[in-house]
Every structure is written in C-alpha cells, then in structure tokens.
Nanobody, 114 residues
Framework: QVQLVESGGGLVQPGGSLRLSCAAS????????MGWYRQAPGKGRQLVAR???????TYTDAVKGRFTISRDNAKNTVYLQMNSLKPEDTAVYYC????????WGQGTQVTVSS
C-alpha cells in the first residue's frame, strides 16, 4: 500500500522558518508529480506548491518568494522549505502524489503564532 509520511510541522513565530518533508513508499516516486497542499480551519484544501517529475515547479501566489519545493528521487522524498512564515500560513499541510492515480499523506500541522 502506498504511503506518504509527512514530518517537520510545528509551532513557529512569525518570520520564522520550517522545512516539511514527505517520504514516499511503494510508488515509483520519480515519475509522480509531487505536491504540497494546505487546509486552514473552516477552509478547503488548497494547492501550495507542486513539482513535476521533470522538476518544473508551481506555487500559489501567496507563497511565491517565501516557499521552495524540491525533491530527492534517490530518497523518495519531497520537501517544502518555508521561510518568512506568516500567521495566515497556519494550516494542516498535506503531501500529494499524482500521476493517473492520486495519493495523500496524513497531514502535518503548521502553526505560525507569537
């Protein structure tokens, strides 16, 4: 069974940084588009960033210039480096693997608060 396991969430002050990781198993990781989504309380799940198998990246406007998505195919892992965090970045962050099928991690909480 495919597994996506996120880690790296937590509580951080505004202006701080966090790095999320998502380790994948039982998929051919290198051929999947990997993405990070987030869901804030009372809101729907929204795309934050994605990276294709070829390394092309896409970001939602709210995080451009602050977040960086990357992948290490040798480690079957995708990362999200989050800098200059704001309170509005507070959400549960989910890892996603997409090709023809679609897989999700269990989510990791990111809270930005002083």
């Amino acid at each position: 069974q495919v597994q996506l396991v996120e880690s790296g969430g937590g509580l951080v002050q505004p202006g701080g940084s966090l790095r999320l990781s998502c380790a994948a198993s039982k998929i051919i990781f290198s051929i999947y588009t990997m993405g990070w989504y987030r869901q804030a309380p009372g809101k729907g799940r929204q795309l934050v960033a994605r990276i294709t198998s070829g390394g092309t990246t896409t970001y939602t406007d709210a995080v451009k210039g602050r977040f960086t998505i990357s992948r290490d195919n040798a480690k079957n892992t995708v990362y999200l480096q989050m800098n200059s965090l704001k309170p509005e970045d507070t959400a549960v962050y989910y890892c996603n693997a997409y090709r023809v099928d679609n897989f999700w991690g269990q989510g990791t909480q990111v809270t930005v608060s002083s």
